[in-house]
């Protein structure tokens, strides 16, 4: 079969309405799968009256002991274990090494008990996601296909936040041209997470976007110093110091294994590199990512392939990443299946096999969870990316 016919086999079996059905029956099949663990006490519930702990028991926690006036403690692993285990089934705790920023968004979560905490924070996050989804390419069935990713159904299980900086992202990037104000908030909010907005303000100085860079300036100002008010500065002295520890923990002697990581470093340490190498390899591949976004966004292209470009360079760039952090990939990915679905050639319209390929992925990521492929995936979206910008004129 000729190329050509292939992209008239896929424009057949990947209509709009078709990609709606295909979503929601494997959607069916999530909430199915959830449910049995839940029922199975594999997910919330576990023998003994017990909670069955998740990453969010990280989160839980640590609102627990902000509302309780003891922000600070959150970052003194002792008693930071502690608190994870009261009436949790696990035999260990996490670190905590999010700024105090995060209290303010997380500290109502404590009026909760763990479980409800837990409902309460995924579904309002995965709804924010599903949300800046549907206005990047305002149809229904974007919404299907964003919830379907096999990166939900990690995140969801895992009780993580990526539903909640995705959508941030998506809402910046949504936003940045039409209202700038409202998209410099939601970058400054995105500073509870800061990895990933590393290249955002690089971005936003380059174009000139001022009312964006200053929007997203004062929100973070204001947010350190309502952290500041409410948590004390031994909460942020504290914090400082748990991050010289974690990065040792996490990037240099990879207490969490480097199979969890998606970063080219943690790949190359994976693989047997040296640290030197790796952070070489990783300096390296970032540089060369920041550098093609940013040319982009200097040039007259398409602004759907410039939002894409940005957050896969900033997912390259950030060498804290995690399996349960892709669903930030539904963002780029919608931005360019808007132009493939632009009409009048607007956009330039699919690659050949490219449907194909992300279609084949989902089972396949479904098969190997948590697994390191965030490097080929992130390179292969910047391949799709290349390729587009090689389809549509520059404007």
């Given at each position: 079969?000729?190329?050509?016919?292939?992209?008239?086999?896929?424009?057949?079996?990947?209509?709009?309405?078709?990609?709606?059905?295909?979503?929601?029956?494997?959607?069916?099949?999530?909430?199915?799968?959830?449910?049995?663990?839940?029922?199975?006490?594999?997910?919330?519930?576990?023998?003994?009256?017990?909670?069955?702990?998740?990453?969010?028991?990280?989160?839980?926690?640590?609102?627990?002991?902000?509302?309780?006036?003891?922000?600070?403690?959150?970052?003194?692993?002792?008693?930071?274990?502690?608190?994870?285990?009261?009436?949790?089934?696990?035999?260990?705790?996490?670190?905590?090494?999010?700024?105090?920023?995060?209290?303010?968004?997380?500290?109502?979560?404590?009026?909760?008990?763990?479980?409800?905490?837990?409902?309460?924070?995924?579904?309002?996050?995965?709804?924010?996601?599903?949300?800046?989804?549907?206005?990047?390419?305002?149809?229904?069935?974007?919404?299907?296909?964003?919830?379907?990713?096999?990166?939900?159904?990690?995140?969801?299980?895992?009780?993580?936040?990526?539903?909640?900086?995705?959508?941030?992202?998506?809402?910046?990037?949504?936003?940045?041209?039409?209202?700038?104000?409202?998209?410099?908030?939601?970058?400054?909010?995105?500073?509870?997470?800061?990895?990933?907005?590393?290249?955002?303000?690089?971005?936003?100085?380059?174009?000139?976007?001022?009312?964006?860079?200053?929007?997203?300036?004062?929100?973070?100002?204001?947010?350190?110093?309502?952290?500041?008010?409410?948590?004390?500065?031994?909460?942020?002295?504290?914090?400082?110091?748990?991050?010289?520890?974690?990065?040792?923990?996490v990037l240099d002697r990879g207490e969490v294994a480097f199979s969890k990581q998606q970063s080219v470093h943690a790949l190359v340490r994976l693989l047997g590199g040296g640290d030197g190498f790796a952070w070489a390899l990783h300096i390296a591949a970032a540089l060369a990512a920041t550098g093609f976004s940013c040319w982009l966004w200097?040039?007259?292209?398409?602004?759907?392939?410039?939002?894409?470009?940005?957050?896969?360079?900033?997912?390259?760039?950030?060498?804290?990443?995690?399996?349960?952090?892709?669903?930030?990939?539904?963002?780029?990915?919608?931005?360019?299946?808007?132009?493939?679905?632009?009409?009048?050639?607007?956009?330039?319209?699919?690659?050949?096999?490219?449907?194909?390929?992300?279609?084949?992925?989902?089972?396949?990521?479904?098969?190997?969870?948590?697994?390191?492929?965030?490097?080929?995936?992130?390179?292969?979206?910047?391949?799709?990316?290349?390729?587009?910008?090689?389809?549509?004129?520059?404007?």
């Amino acid at each position: 079969m000729r190329l050509q016919d292939w992209h008239q086999f896929e424009n057949r079996i990947f209509t709009s309405r078709r990609v709606g059905q295909y979503a929601a029956v494997l959607l069916f099949g999530y909430v199915v799968f959830m449910v049995k663990g839940f029922t199975n006490q594999l997910w919330l519930t576990a023998e003994g009256g017990h909670s069955q702990g998740t990453d969010f028991i990280a989160t839980w926690a640590a609102a627990r002991l902000a509302l309780a006036g003891q922000a600070a403690s959150a970052y003194d692993i002792a008693t930071f274990t502690r608190e994870q285990l009261i009436g949790v089934a696990k035999d260990n705790g996490y670190s905590w090494a999010y700024p105090p920023t995060y209290f303010l968004l997380i500290a109502p979560l404590a009026l909760f008990s763990y479980a409800a905490a837990t409902l309460i924070w995924l579904f309002t996050t995965l709804a924010a996601y599903a949300v800046a989804a549907y206005a990047i390419l305002p149809r229904k069935a974007t919404i299907f296909a964003a919830l379907v990713s096999p990166f939900v159904l990690w995140n969801f299980f895992a009780g993580q936040n990526a539903f909640l900086t995705a959508a941030l992202i998506g809402g910046t990037l949504v936003l940045l041209d039409r209202k700038p104000i409202v998209a410099g908030i939601l970058l400054g909010l995105l500073t509870v997470k800061p990895q990933l907005g590393i290249l955002f303000p690089l971005i936003l100085i380059l174009t000139f976007r001022w009312q964006a860079f200053v929007a997203a300036a004062v929100t973070t100002v204001l947010l350190g110093l309502a952290s500041l008010l409410i948590f004390g500065m031994e909460s942020w002295t504290a914090f400082f110091a748990a991050m010289q520890t974690q990065a040792g923990t996490v990037l240099d002697r990879g207490e969490v294994a480097f199979s969890k990581q998606q970063s080219v470093h943690a790949l190359v340490r994976l693989l047997g590199g040296g640290d030197g190498f790796a952070w070489a390899l990783h300096i390296a591949a970032a540089l060369a990512a920041t550098g093609f976004s940013c040319w982009l966004w200097l040039r007259p292209f398409d602004y759907r392939l410039k939002a894409a470009s940005l957050v896969a360079a900033v997912l390259i760039a950030t060498p804290y990443l995690f399996s349960y952090d892709l669903p930030i990939l539904t963002v780029p990915l919608v931005f360019l299946a808007s132009l493939g679905i632009a009409p009048n050639g607007q956009g330039g319209g699919f690659i050949p096999g490219e449907r194909t390929v992300i279609a084949v992925l989902v089972p396949v990521l479904l098969l190997f969870p948590g697994q390191p492929i965030g490097v080929p995936v992130l390179a292969l979206l910047m391949l799709l990316i290349v390729l587009r910008l090689r389809m549509q004129p520059s404007r």
